[in-house]
């Protein structure tokens, strides 16, 4: 289903909407944490790209495509997390962050080779993973990048952005001399999205690390290399003005980027495109690890089954069903090499896996139409008891609905592969959390699950 555009003459107050670009610029703080950049990195790189595509003389829907393009650019970046720390034993976090302030240059590339690769791993095993990116460097860097650009594509098609904007995610890494990825794209055939948001990448590394005249040193290093000269000559003059460079580290710099958005920006967020936005954000979460695949959609389906069982109405179900897609959004700020351990986690570890849960809270409560079900997100591992975490809350402190994806969240856990461990039989998975019944788990909602498997095991056994 395509956007839906409002005339732009339409105020969002007067009509009930929300604002789609506060929606989605609160949670590209997920996409920055997942890049290992400080929060508010994709909205600041938009105040950077808007600018310039103001000052090239951009017409107003191009500047809404732009606007969206480079707010979501990041939205492919943790389909390629785990490669990464499996190919440089590394923290794919860290890994990242400090990828960003690499250029072409071999000796800086082999310095990050050698700075990144399996510092903590045993001398043998940081030998053969240094060699082998060695030997194929170019292979390795197409396949992360082939993946990361795809996958942007593929989510923004999801969140109904037309093919422009996804192009320009797609494109992000050309550059244009033709030595970027993913398909080795020169100067003016890599769309024109991508070149912009490259560029105002750039910037806010540089500047949010070494401040201004780092990060205009480095743009005219890359010029004619990474960069378009003509974007180039478009941020120098944008670049003249103070007030752009004082907003960049200014505690209104949401604010500022929100009345940036272009007023055909004003858009129908209705009840299924909220869906669509929580859907599409779970296969953010759930391409983290191979080991989450799917689950974020699945919880959702059993805290869904459950509510059904529970007597929830059918309004309360979709929010619910919401909830439970975004309850892992923290996990995004977890490194792979925690989450895809084969192991047991030390207590550093286990102390960031923990934390998850928290990120998720802080994540969710920035998003206004979402901010009710952050404490879904914060609370989905806490117990009846007392015991769980990060709050220790009591049965009497949490909601019904937080209880319910707890249930769900532990149910796919158990009856998913792990790297510890092969998925268990969905009886072996019951039987564990009935043991957990008023310590752990409500023993109502419990029972809801049960009657809804065995439902569904009925069905099949008719069909059959």
């Given at each position: 289903m395509a956007l839906a555009l409002v005339d732009a003459h339409h105020r969002?107050?007067?009509?009930?909407?929300?604002?789609?670009?506060?929606?989605?610029?609160?949670?590209?703080?997920?996409?920055?944490?997942?890049?290992?950049?400080?929060?508010?990195h994709c909205v600041r790189s938009t105040w950077i790209g808007i600018h310039i595509g103001r000052q090239l003389g951009l017409p107003e829907l191009q500047l809404w495509e732009l606007y969206y393009t480079i707010m979501l650019k990041d939205l492919g970046c943790s389909s390629n997390a785990a490669r990464i720390c499996e190919l440089y034993l590394s923290d794919d976090i860290?890994?990242?962050r400090d990828f960003k302030t690499v250029s072409d240059s071999l000796p800086k590339v082999l310095s990050f080779v050698f700075s990144h690769t399996g510092l903590?791993?045993?001398?043998?095993?940081?030998?053969?993973?240094?060699?082998?990116?060695?030997?194929?460097?170019?292979?390795?860097?197409?396949?992360?990048?082939?993946?990361?650009?795809?996958?942007?594509?593929?989510?923004?098609?999801?969140?109904?952005?037309?093919?422009n904007v996804c192009e320009g995610i797609h494109g992000l890494d050309e550059h244009w001399n033709g030595?970027?990825?993913?398909?080795?794209?020169?100067?003016?055939?890599?769309?024109?999205?991508?070149?912009?948001?490259?560029?105002?990448?750039?910037?806010?590394?540089?500047?949010?690390?070494?401040?201004?005249?780092?990060?205009?040193?480095?743009?005219?290093?890359?010029?004619?290399?990474?960069?378009?000269?003509s974007i180039v000559s478009a941020f120098e003059a944008v670049a003249a003005s103070n007030a752009f460079w004082s907003m960049l580290t200014s505690e209104d710099i949401a604010d500022a980027v929100l009345a940036l958005e272009p007023r055909q920006g004003l858009i129908t967020v209705d009840e299924d495109y909220l869906d669509d936005i929580a859907r599409a954000f779970a296969q953010v979460i759930d391409s983290k690890s191979p080991f989450t695949s799917g689950h974020?959609?699945?919880?959702?389906?059993?805290?869904?089954?459950?509510?059904?069982e529970s007597g929830y109405s059918a309004e309360r179900r979709r929010w619910l069903r919401r909830a439970a897609l975004l309850h892992d959004i923290?996990?995004?700020?977890?490194?792979?090499?925690?989450?895809?351990?084969?192991?047991?986690?030390?207590?550093?570890?286990?102390?960031?896996?923990?934390?998850?849960?928290?990120?998720?809270?802080?994540?969710?409560?920035r998003v206004p139409v979402f901010r009710e079900m952050a404490r879904i997100g914060g609370g989905h591992h806490e117990r009846l008891d007392g015991k769980g975490y990060p709050r220790g809350l009591r049965e009497s402190e949490l909601e019904p609905e937080t209880m319910i994806v707890s249930v769900a969240d532990v149910f796919d856990a158990l009856t998913a592969n792990?790297?510890?461990?092969?998925?268990?039989?969905?009886?072996?998975?019951?039987?564990i959390i009935?043991?957990?019944?008023?310590?752990?788990?409500?023993?109502?909602?419990?029972?809801?699950?049960?009657?809804?498997?065995?439902?569904?095991?009925s069905d099949l056994s008719r069909a059959a």
């Open positions: 969002v107050e007067d009509t009930g909407q929300m604002r789609l670009a506060e929606l989605l610029g609160a949670l590209s703080h997920a996409l920055d944490i997942t890049e290992g950049q400080p929060i508010g860290g890994f990242k903590k791993a045993g001398l043998t095993e940081r030998f053969k993973a240094v060699l082998n990116i060695l030997q194929n460097g170019g292979e390795i860097a197409d396949d992360l990048i082939q993946t990361r650009c795809q996958r942007g594509a593929e989510i923004a098609r999801m969140l109904r952005f037309p093919k030595r970027g990825r993913p398909d080795r794209l020169e100067g003016p055939a890599i769309p024109l999205y991508a070149r912009i948001a490259l560029l105002s990448q750039v910037v806010d590394v540089f500047h949010r690390a070494d401040g201004r005249e780092a990060a205009l040193a480095e743009v005219r290093q890359r010029t004619g290399s990474w960069f378009d000269p974020s959609e699945r919880v959702a389906v059993y805290a869904d089954m459950v509510a059904a923290g996990k995004l700020g977890v490194s792979n090499s925690i989450l895809d351990k084969n192991g047991k986690l030390d207590d550093e570890e286990w102390k960031e896996m923990r934390n998850h849960a928290s990120l998720s809270e802080s994540i969710l409560t792990r790297p510890y461990r092969a998925a268990m039989p969905v009886e072996a998975a019951l039987a009935r043991k957990d019944i008023g310590s752990a788990f409500h023993p109502d909602f419990v029972a809801a699950l049960e009657r809804a498997i065995s439902a569904i095991e």
